[in-house]
């Protein structure tokens, strides 16, 4: 099997999937209850946190346990909204974010806030000039992808955190979704207010994710009752998936150092190989993330690109994994500048550490011959 | 170029005679000893100032530990250069666009010339690197009176130091200069606050602390020694004696009027942590009053209290409004764990009725018919002793976990 889709979710490490069943099966008491094992569990929810603000740089209060990405920026985005309206009511984000920030907007926009969609460059990004200019004095928040889940474009976040440091009243928060473990960002030198991260995208379990909630920021909650992470976010607690995945991170930034370079070589390769490929075109910009590439086969529809390369046991994506079954164009490219064409017939090459060379040449060899033989078909040659 | 030093000024280390160098050999092994993270650091003492070597550790990391450790007065990052003036120019310029990276602002340089071979005289190094900065900057603007950034420029005989910021210390005196004392940690507000200002006169800490199970559960007492871990921040590892103490708490329930329990109660904690402290070779025990805060902290309460020992009781906290108590609980970070909800054996047979105005005559004459030495020898003899240090926080068990 060659697993080229780990932008969508990526396969937990074995070590993970050892520490999610031992905590699922020995620490299964309520961290909530006052015996023992209620105790040791809550013990362990405690050192999670320290153990993650350890990686993350950050103190541990600041560590908000949630189910994953999507609720991550759900509650950064409404619970800001929700929270600060009274100092303003005008939100800014990008056109091409992931859908579960850009959803969230809309439903804001229907009770009346005001958002502004910032269009990025042809290279797909937002610069800090642009985020300047949009700023108002009811702006509230600022909302931006770091690593776009389709392109691998990166936004400046480092500059655009330096402009709206001389805006005390704008949040910032970033979906640092594809970059955790990845594309370092240090939230602290980014002036980052909230952050976004998800378990199973660095090889650990669904369903656990992380908010960074800045010291001094306050979210109105998306779910209420019970006092579990400071009363921001009530449920009972997923010791083992938020045990899980602080392994997963620790291991997944220990391989990064080691093994970034060489998916980097491998990203680059494959790019250059299918530029050779008669009828492929390349929709990632030359600066990216190390691990995602954006390719379109113009005239053939992606869905059939991703069930032959699946006959060869070869997985890609189409657009990102939570809007795959629509069937418009990509957002994301047409906000780039590229035709309804190329935009419709998109595929997401998405890499994690232990991606090889060996595979890269098979995926290519495959990938050819049957752009090759579906050209026919389509041309009917 | 990067920082590759810290220069550590003393706080009142200067202020102590003969007794200088072995405060400074103290601060010197605290330091060691604080910045174990960072194995390739070293910490060395010369001519009368201390250096961090960083070696390579991220500066900013090792800052933020040493705002921490007491006796030190404030702190300077600086960069070491071998004495050429090529590399002190490009080293000046380099460390005031660090300080300054918008390259807007005043500056001045200020420079030391202790190594009298050095070629330049200090008005002509001034002048020269002064003028070296100007002209590679954009809008840096000299003002020698008040100026955003000094520029020290120190030429000694090993090597040339620059240093552009300055941060504050924690002040105090080294811990571990003054003697030991025992701190009566509660798992409120008040008493880790007590301890740490104890910590910053240069104290050695030990912690006892009363249990009562199963009135006080497991939690109250894992809270404690989250409390103690705190401080270990500031005071190395702490010795935490865990004093059994359902027996005498559950003999003065059934003795002694609701009135005078709590007054009776302290006495009793007292006596135990008295001799807990003579065990120990503490001097001095340290708790978190304030005086009439509540009812056993009026002075009558302490006056009757405070009877059954000849220790002295150091109270930090004697004059301090419970907001600024709360201050300070804040910022080192004792604050969020003292708030959680367990009861403490100060809590649990609270009477609803306590005497503020209690006396010396009639708390000993409730004590007749409680066999005090009984009670309180038990208790000492039942302590349970561990030893909290930084870097426990992840326990054995878990650690394969993560």
């Known amino acids: 099997m060659i697993y080229f889709d780990n932008s969508a979710t990526t396969r937990p490490y074995p070590e993970v999937t050892d520490t999610y069943l031992k905590v699922s099966t020995e620490y299964f008491g309520n961290p909530s209850s006052l015996h023992p094992l209620g105790k040791i569990s809550e013990r362990l929810l405690v050192q999670a946190r320290e153990r993650?603000?350890?990686?993350?740089?950050?103190?541990?209060?600041?560590?908000?346990?949630?189910?994953?990405?999507?609720?991550?920026?759900?509650?950064?985005?409404?619970?800001?909204?929700?929270?600060?309206?009274?100092?303003?009511?005008?939100?800014?984000?990008?056109?091409?974010?992931?859908?579960?920030?850009?959803?969230?907007?809309?439903?804001?926009?229907?009770?009346?806030?005001?958002?502004?969609?910032?269009?990025?460059?042809?290279?797909?990004?937002?610069?800090?000039?642009?985020?300047?200019?949009?700023?108002?004095?009811?702006?509230?928040?600022?909302?931006?992808?770091?690593?776009?889940?389709?392109?691998?474009?990166?936004?400046?976040?480092?500059?655009?955190?330096e402009v709206l440091s001389h805006h005390p009243k704008v949040l910032f928060h970033v979906d640092h979704v594809q970059g955790a473990a990845k594309v370092p960002l240090d939230f602290r030198t980014a002036k980052v207010d909230l952050c976004t991260l998800s378990a199973h995208k660095f090889h650990g379990m669904k369903g656990s994710g992380i908010l960074y909630v800045r010291n001094g920021v306050r979210l109105h909650s998306l779910l209420s009752g019970g006092s579990q992470e400071r009363g921001i976010r009530a449920g009972t607690e997923n010791v083992a998936g938020v045990t899980a995945m602080i392994k997963a991170l620790r291991m997944s930034m220990g391989k990064s150092e080691t093994f970034l370079p060489q998916i980097r070589k491998i990203n680059r390769w494959i790019e250059q190989e299918c530029s050779n490929i008669p009828g492929v075109v390349i929709n990632s910009p030359e600066e990216r993330a190390p691990h995602i590439l954006n390719i379109s086969v113009p005239g053939i529809k992606p869905e059939v690109m991703v069930q032959a390369l699946a006959e060869k046991d070869i997985y890609v994506s189409t657009k990102s994994a939570c809007s795959s079954r629509e069937t418009e164009p990509s957002r994301t490219l047409i906000a780039m500048g590229y035709d309804k064409e190329t935009a419709s017939s998109a595929l997401r090459i998405s890499l994690t550490y232990e991606n090889t060379f060996e595979e890269a040449e098979r995926f290519i060899a495959e990938f050819s011959d049957i752009v090759a033989s579906l050209k026919k078909v389509v041309n009917k040659q | 170029m990067n920082y590759n030093h810290i220069l550590i000024r003393y706080a009142e280390l200067a202020l102590k005679g003969k007794n200088r160098k072995e405060f400074e050999k103290k601060l010197q092994d605290n330091l060691k000893r604080a910045l174990k993270k960072f194995p390739e650091t070293k910490v060395i003492r010369s001519f009368g100032r201390m250096f961090i070597e960083l070696n390579g550790a991220d500066e900013e990391a090792v800052s933020s530990r040493l705002k921490d450790i007491f006796g030190i007065h404030s702190f300077s990052p600086a960069l070491k250069l071998e004495l050429d003036q090529e590399r002190i120019d490009e080293g000046a310029l380099w460390a005031i666009k660090d300080a300054l990276p918008e390259e807007r602002g005043t500056f001045k340089v200020s420079v030391k010339r202790a190594n009298k071979t050095f070629p330049k005289r200090s008005q002509e190094l001034n002048y020269h690197i002064g003028s070296h900065i100007l002209r590679n900057t954009k809008e840096l603007t000299v003002d020698v009176h008040n100026p955003d950034v000094e520029v020290k420029v120190e030429i000694r005989d090993e090597a040339c130091y620059i240093m552009c910021k300055t941060r504050k210390g924690a002040g105090g005196l080294p811990v571990g200069t003054a003697g030991k004392v025992m701190l009566m940690l509660s798992g409120g507000i008040d008493s880790p606050v007590a301890g740490y200002l104890a910590l910053k006169r240069g104290v050695e800490l030990e912690a006892i602390h009363f249990h009562s199970p199963p009135f006080t559960n497991e939690r109250a007492r894992q809270k404690v020694e989250d409390l103690a871990r705190v401080l270990t921040r500031f005071g190395g590892r702490i010795k935490l004696h865990i004093v059994p103490f359902t027996a005498a708490q559950q003999e003065i329930h059934k003795k002694v009027p609701d009135n005078y329990e709590m007054t009776i109660m302290r006495r009793f904690m007292l006596r135990i942590a008295e001799a807990a402290a003579e065990k120990n070779g503490a001097l001095a025990l340290v708790n978190g009053e304030s005086l009439g805060q509540v009812a056993s902290q009026t002075l009558h309460s302490m006056h009757t209290i405070n009877e059954v020992t000849n220790l002295p009781i150091l109270r930090p906290l004697v004059t301090m409004d419970k907001l600024e108590v709360i201050e300070i609980a804040r910022n080192i970070g004792t604050y969020e764990l003292s708030i959680l909800p367990y009861e403490d054996c100060c809590t649990i047979f609270l009477p609803p009725q306590t005497k503020t105005r209690p006396s010396i005559r009639k708390a000993a004459a409730y004590e007749q018919a409680i066999d005090v030495d009984k009670y309180v020898s038990e208790a000492v003899e039942g302590i349970e002793t561990v030893i909290i240090k930084h870097d426990t926080n992840i326990e054995k068990e878990f650690e394969d976990l993560f």
Request: net charge negative; hydrophobic share 35%.
């Open chain 1, 52 to 161: 993650a603000a350890e990686l993350l740089k950050v103190n541990p209060s600041e560590i908000l346990f949630t189910s994953g990405g999507t609720e991550s920026n759900n509650l950064a985005i409404k619970g800001t909204a929700h929270q600060y309206q009274g100092r303003g009511n005008h939100l800014i984000t990008s056109s091409t974010e992931h859908a579960s920030s850009l959803e969230a907007f809309q439903q804001l926009e229907k009770e009346g806030f005001r958002v502004s969609y910032l269009d990025p460059d042809n290279n797909g990004i937002i610069t800090a000039e642009q985020v300047k200019e949009e700023l108002t004095d009811e702006t509230i928040l600022v909302s931006l992808i770091h690593v776009h889940n389709e392109t691998g474009s990166i936004q400046p976040v480092q500059e655009i955190g």
